[in-house]
């Protein structure tokens, strides 16, 4: 194995990054996530990693690793090779290998509440920057118990926001990242859970 996968922090998984997002954990790179492609399946293929983290696939036999949404593509790599993909913002990233047909995976990156509380709104972190270009944001909102989504931030390139309604109660909050270059999104965050009274 590579030094830089030998020196990678031991994977988290996805239940204590999800806490740790939620808890508002630095979002500093730092972490690193290694997936391996071999044969026809990437392992794991479902990988949920903090904002800013560096997702690392190796490869055994020669794959892609291509983004349903146009986010990344590695090209061919054969044995020994890899590559790396910092993880920024907010959203689920499907992803599949071009040469093998059902050769699929997942990226999901949480949003993030940086501080606040009930009394005063919440910090919204759905990216570790403001969007480079050809990217942008979404964030939506709904009362829980309701059913429509309601716009929060649309295709905004700012990284955080204070969420912070006139009226009290419970929400739920998503984010996703926009490939505005190539006019295609990213899956919705996981939700996540708010109280403003
Ligand atoms: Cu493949």
């Given at each position: 194995m590579r030094i830089r996968t030998l020196l990678a922090p031991v994977a988290l998984g996805a239940a204590a990054l999800t806490t740790a997002a939620v808890l508002g954990a630095p979002s500093a790179v730092g972490g690193g996530s290694t997936i391996s492609a071999s044969g026809v399946t990437f392992t794991p293929a479902n990988t949920t990693v903090a904002q800013g983290t560096s997702v690392t696939w190796s490869f055994t036999g020669t794959h892609t690793t291509t983004s349903d949404q146009a986010f990344w593509n590695s090209g061919?790599?054969?044995?020994?090779?890899?590559?790396?993909?910092?993880?920024?913002?907010?959203?689920?990233?499907?992803?599949?290998?071009?040469?093998?047909?059902?050769?699929?995976?997942?990226?999901?990156?949480?949003?993030?509440?940086?501080?606040?509380?009930?009394?005063?709104?919440?910090?919204?972190?759905?990216?570790?920057?403001?969007?480079?270009?050809?990217?942008?944001?979404?964030?939506?909102?709904?009362?829980?118990?309701?059913?429509?989504?309601?716009?929060?931030?649309?295709?905004?390139?700012?990284?955080?926001?204070?969420?912070?309604?006139?009226?009290?109660?419970?929400?739920?909050l998503r984010a996703r990242t926009s490939n505005t270059a190539q006019d295609r999104e990213s899956g919705w965050s996981p939700i996540i859970t708010r109280t403003l009274s």
């Open positions: 061919n790599r054969s044995t020994g090779a890899t590559y790396s993909q910092g993880m920024k913002s907010a959203g689920k990233f499907p992803y599949h290998c071009t040469i093998h047909a059902g050769m699929n995976g997942s990226i999901t990156v949480p949003l993030r509440v940086t501080g606040g509380s009930e009394g005063s709104g919440w910090t919204l972190r759905w990216s570790t920057a403001t969007a480079g270009a050809g990217r942008a944001f979404d964030v939506q909102y709904r009362r829980t118990g309701t059913t429509a989504w309601r716009s929060f931030r649309t295709d905004t390139t700012a990284a955080t926001g204070l969420f912070n309604l006139a009226q009290s109660g419970t929400y739920q």
